[in-house]
């Protein structure tokens, strides 16, 4: 009974295991700092087959006295990425990069989400499936660089983990 028992424990292990890796995957929700930044909610969005363009999103806090800025932002699965802002011109919703990146200023949090600001992936080298990670580079003028694991989420998970507290 005794290997019974041991490989009953193992399974228990392994399920507890797999269960946590889902979980951590699927709410990656744990903020990293880099200097006086603190990012969090980080995500991309799942695409539909053959879709060339993707949207990724993230919160970034700046607890400093000095503004930053996020200038650029690096991801190997697309040939460019931008930084993009959405403004209503004519009554159209309509989206345009900005070009000296998002300031993000002393003491204030900048939300990335859709509809609002966002990563733009421009040139998808292949689909962004829900469950999937992929590291991005985020630099920033003050802070520097950090790369951050960015979990695949459906538009109603990553919506979900937007409206979760800190
Ligand atoms: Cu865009």
Do not use: Y
């Amino acid at each position: 009974m005794r290997s019974g028992l041991s490989s009953l424990t193992f399974c228990l292990a392994l399920g507890a295991a797999v269960i946590f890796t889902s979980f951590f995957n699927v709410i990656p929700g744990m903020a990293e700092t880099i200097g006086d930044l603190s990012i969090s909610k980080n995500w991309i969005r799942a695409t539909p087959p053959a879709a060339m363009t993707g949207g990724g999103f993230l919160v970034i806090s700046n607890s400093g006295s000095h503004e930053d800025t996020l200038t650029a932002v690096e991801f190997t699965g697309a040939k460019k990425t931008e930084i993009h802002e959405m403004k209503i011109e004519k009554d159209v919703m309509k989206m345009r990069p900005l070009k000296g990146g998002i300031k993000i200023p002393a003491g204030e949090t900048i939300v990335l989400k859709p509809g609002g600001f966002h990563l733009m992936f421009m040139g998808l080298k292949f689909r962004l499936k829900d469950g999937q990670n992929f590291p991005i580079k985020l630099i920033f003028a003050n802070a520097g660089e950090i790369t951050m694991n960015f979990p695949v989420l459906t538009m109603e998970k990553g919506n979900k983990l937007m409206m979760r507290g800190n």
